[in-house]
Each structure stands twice: as C-alpha cells, then as structure tokens.
C-alpha cells in the first residue's frame, strides 16, 4: 500500500490535456515538503520529469508541467503525444514519529487513445 | 555522462541473501546520495534507504530495519545493497539511484540504474 495516492489509470487521445492527481497527508505533501514526477516505460529504469514540484530536467517537453496546492499535487501533460504513453510516479518526503523516509504513489498508468 | 550500471539478475533461495552492485561513473561519487528502491511485480516503486558515499553513513526505512545493508567502496565508485533473510515477497526488480547532494526534505532521484531482477523462489 503506497502512502501517496494516485489514480490507477487515466486515458486521454492525442493532442488532449490529462492530469494525474498525487494526494497525501500532514505527514508528507501537507508538511510543504516538495513533490517529484517520475516516467517509466515498460522495461526501462524510471526517469526524473518534474523535480521540486514544478521544475523540468534539461530536455523534458514544457508540455508536462507540475503543480502543488495543501495536500496534493498534479502533474499535467498538454498536446498528448502517442509516446507519452507510460506509467507515472509521484514522490515526496514523509516525516513522522518513526523517522524520516522518501514516499512513492502507486503510480498511474497513461494510455494514449 | 552520469552513469549507474548495476549488477545482473540472481535468483535465490528462501532464507538466504543477495548482494546487488551499482557502478556510479561521469560525476564525483562522494558527492551526492545514493538511494536504493524497489519495484515488486504489480507494485508501486518502494524505497529503501540510502548511503551518503562521503561519510558511509546509511539510514534506512524502517520496514527493512535489520534486513537492508548498504554499503560503497569509494575506490571503485561501486554501491552496494545486500538484503538477507530472503522471502518471495523480496522477489522486485531493484534499483539504485543518485539522491541529492544532502539528504532531506527535498531529495529526488536524478539518475537510475538499469534495475537487477532478484527472484527468490525455492
């Protein structure tokens, strides 16, 4: 069971805009502390897409953009491309009595129609 | 360029331990964290701790307390992640991964290895 939660699934045809919801808790989103996007193709190690909640790596498309707001985050991903077809990952930093960790969603796999 | 490179598939038995290797190679190892995380099949990724390659020192999270070591050698850029008293449920493709220069609140994983395929079956 992932602490952050995302939508299983989400559809959309090319050239649409999707979005894909990240929600926790006080512990961890709602803390402030930061929350990071990760794209992985089947088979393929998992790659960095919006760092610091908003920030794209050299060489992302400004067509996926992150935002933040209380306890959840979005990512969105504008003009739809058949290529985006992938599962996405949110990630963010959780802190409680028990110590300090990184924490994942469980990911969210895109399907381009 | 930033390069992890990580050791091959094992297949284990219950009850033992594997050891996986991450080479790091294109930047200063002892300069940023190295993080470990796992994906089981039909899972979600699931971290596992890290080690700061300056120091030595590792933390790691708390379901894996006692059963995780993670260990470098700083001569050969190599990380190192050794999970013992094997289960089926360790079965994941696991991999290693470059964290931040500091470890907190804003950490993110910038370069993956490959994954190393651990099935433990008896």
């Known amino acids: 069971q992932s602490v952050l939660t995302q939508p299983p699934s989400v559809s959309g045809a090319p050239g649409q805009r999707v979005t894909i919801s990240c929600t926790g808790y006080?512990?961890?989103?709602?803390?402030?502390?930061?929350v990071h996007w990760y794209q992985q193709f089947p088979g393929t190690a998992p790659k960095l897409l919006i760092y610091?909640?908003?920030f794209r790596p050299s060489g992302v498309p400004d067509r996926f953009s992150g935002s933040k707001s209380g306890t959840s985050a979005s990512l969105a991903i504008t003009g739809l491309q058949p290529e985006d077809e992938a599962d996405y990952y949110c990630?963010?930093?959780?802190?409680?009595?028990?110590?300090?960790?990184?924490?994942f969603g469980g990911g969210t796999k895109l399907t381009v129609l | 360029q930033v390069q992890l490179v990580q050791s091959g598939a094992e297949v284990k038995k219950p009850g033992t331990s594997v050891k996986v290797s991450c080479k790091a190679s294109?930047?200063?190892?002892?300069?940023?964290?190295i993080h470990w995380v796992r994906r089981a099949p039909g899972q979600g990724l699931e971290w596992m701790g890290w080690?700061?390659?300056?120091?030595?020192?590792?933390n790691y999270v708390w379901s894996f307390q006692g059963r995780v070591t993670i260990t470098r050698d700083t001569s050969t850029t190599t990380a190192y992640m050794e999970v013992s008293r094997l289960t089926s449920d360790d079965t994941a493709l696991y991999y290693c991964?470059?964290?931040?220069?500091?470890w907190g609140s804003g950490a993110y994983f910038d370069y993956w290895g490959q994954g190393t395929l651990v099935t433990v079956s008896s």
């Open positions: 990630q963010s930093y959780d802190r409680n009595l028990r110590g300090s960790r990184v924490v």
């Open positions: 080690i700061n390659p300056n120091t030595g020192d590792t």
């Open positions: 610091s909640n908003t």
């Open positions: 294109g930047y200063t190892f002892t300069d940023y964290y």
């Open positions: 991964a470059r964290g931040t220069r500091n």
């Open positions: 006080s512990s961890n989103i709602g803390a402030g502390y930061d």
